[in-house]
């Protein structure tokens, strides 16, 4: 079982829809939860940051934790072209100890 | 100008030689890493450390060793190349400390990465 697995894809959504990428770890200890977006041929960008159950919004992304079904989303609200991009899920114990990271899910924005 | 700087971004080697790759940031982050990213497999950790006196072998360390010569600076060497070392590299920070107070959050900033292949 890998420590940090996501679908990889790829995910197609029409443009102004809702995309929904999921993850679900194995470390019962982990405390920090991340979503980096990354454009083919470039470096990962972090976009949301996520320490306690329940939910974080910021803009078009909202990043929800629930830990005791070790289970990480994040939901893109009207998604764009420009959204489209390898988006890895994150996690780590605290302190930033050792960040393990998923695959990565393939999205596809369709205009 | 990138706050994570690499070098080469670019690098095309045989089997057997010396390479190394350079990392630099401006951020001030006390923390440094280095990942290998490739297809189907994610990102994984080669080496990491947290300040200068401290270095720390990741998931895949075999075939690889590093130097963090100041605390902006933290290099990335294969001693003898093999063609199974092609991949993307990434060196990234993170920051522990921040107006003097522990943070710890854990986000971790990318350089653009060095390409290497190994023939």
């Known amino acids: 079982q890998k420590e940090v697995e996501q679908n990889s894809g790829p995910l197609s959504v029409p443009e102004g829809a809702i995309a929904s990428l999921n993850c679900t770890y194995s470390?019962?200890?982990?405390?920090?939860f991340f979503w980096y977006r990354q454009y083919s041929g470039k470096s990962p960008e972090l976009i949301m940051s996520?320490?306690?159950?329940g939910d974080k919004e910021d803009g078009r992304f909202t990043a929800q934790l629930n830990k005791a079904s070790q289970y990480v989303s994040l939901l893109i609200r009207d998604s764009q072209p420009s959204d489209s991009a390898t988006y890895l899920c994150?996690?780590?114990?605290?302190?930033?100890?050792?960040?393990?990271f998923g695959a990565g899910t393939r999205l596809f924005v369709k205009a | 100008d990138a706050d994570v700087t690499q070098t080469p971004r670019n690098r095309i080697t045989k089997t057997g030689k010396r390479i190394m790759l350079e990392c630099s940031q401006t951020?001030?982050?006390?923390?440094m890493y280095w990942y290998r990213q490739d297809p189907g497999l994610g990102l994984r950790l080669i080496y990491y450390?947290?300040?200068?006196?401290?270095?720390n072998k990741g998931e895949i360390s075999d075939g690889y060793s590093v130097s963090r010569q100041a605390q902006a600076k933290f290099s990335l060497s294969l001693e003898s190349a093999i063609p199974n070392q092609t991949a993307l590299y990434f060196c990234?920070?993170?920051?522990?400390?921040?107006?003097?107070?522990?943070?710890?959050?854990?986000?971790?900033?990318f350089g653009e990465g060095s390409r290497l292949t190994v023939l």
């Open positions: 450390s947290f300040d200068v006196k401290d270095i």
């Open positions: 951020k001030g982050h006390d923390r």
């Open positions: 470390d019962r200890v982990s405390q920090s």
């Open positions: 996520i320490y306690s159950n």
């Open positions: 994150a996690v780590s114990r605290t302190g930033g100890f050792k960040t393990i």
């Open positions: 990234a920070t993170s920051a522990s400390m921040a107006s003097g107070r522990a943070i710890n959050t854990g986000e971790l900033f």
